[in-house]
């Protein structure tokens, strides 16, 4: 059974750190991962996708890396900004559905 | 296209009334999913569509819980006799096509009293 661990659970840093979010999953047999934010009450807005035959994507200011053999994904946020204030989901696709962490909460403080 | 649109955004029932919510894809979109996402974990999912065909359910889905999908477009999750364990958000989703990009609604927050 497919199981996916975010790490650390949550992280306060001050705006223009740059940092790394974690995640982990137990089988390898992955189609591709998903980065996803969540603003509190509201939905998910999708942030990259990796497929699994692909080592990164980046858009902006986010990078996101896949190494399937380790089963870990990390993504990288450069230059944080108190706008990037949420909940960092990952989510691994799964055959015909994706498997989500329990997300990192992120502060980025003035 | 505004996105995935899902309705209503708020509900609040008492226990053992019936709900039901509904969501619109992008158009285009063959695929649906709907997930259920509890307070401080991650979605969780419940059932997903194949244009009008729903090829998978979770053990989640009681048999208190149907959706549908007709002709393929917009779809409803109906939940009967609800219970206090059903207060969640949930979320439905929608893709191209298999193992593509998924984009979510923001959510029906249902609040069982």
């Known amino acids: 059974k497919q199981e996916v661990t975010q790490i650390p659970a949550a992280l306060s840093v001050p705006e223009g750190e740059n940092l790394v979010l974690n995640c982990s999953f137990t089988?390898?047999?992955?189609?591709?991962l998903q980065w996803f934010r969540q603003d509190p009450g509201k939905g998910l807005t999708s942030l990259l996708l990796?497929?699994?035959?692909?080592r990164e994507q980046t858009s902006g200011r986010l990078n996101a890396s896949l190494d399937k053999s380790s089963g870990r994904s990390t993504l990288y946020i450069a230059a944080s900004q108190p706008g990037d204030s949420a909940t960092y989901l990952c989510?691994?696709?799964?055959?015909?559905?994706?498997?989500f962490g329990t997300g990192t909460r992120l502060q980025v403080f003035p | 296209d505004t996105g995935v649109s899902q309705n209503p955004r708020h509900k609040i029932t008492k226990r053992g009334q019936n709900v039901t919510f509904r969501c619109d894809p992008i158009?285009?979109?063959?695929?649906l999913y709907w997930y259920r996402q509890t307070l401080g974990q991650g979605p969780e999912f419940l059932t997903y569509?194949?244009?009008?065909?729903?090829?998978?359910k979770s053990r989640l889905l009681s048999d208190r819980f149907s959706a549908e999908r007709p002709k393929g477009s917009f779809s409803t999750l109906e939940i009967q006799r609800t219970e206090q364990g059903d207060s969640a958000m949930y979320l439905c989703?929608?893709?191209?096509?298999?193992?593509?990009?998924?984009?979510f609604g923001q959510g029906t927050r249902l609040t069982v009293v």
């Open positions: 989703a929608s893709s191209v096509a298999r193992n593509t990009e998924a984009f």
């Open positions: 089988d390898s047999a992955i189609y591709n």
């Open positions: 990796i497929q699994s035959s692909q």
């Open positions: 989510a691994v696709g799964n055959t015909d559905k994706l498997i």
């Open positions: 158009s285009e979109h063959n695929r």
């Open positions: 569509f194949q244009n009008e065909a729903q090829l998978e």
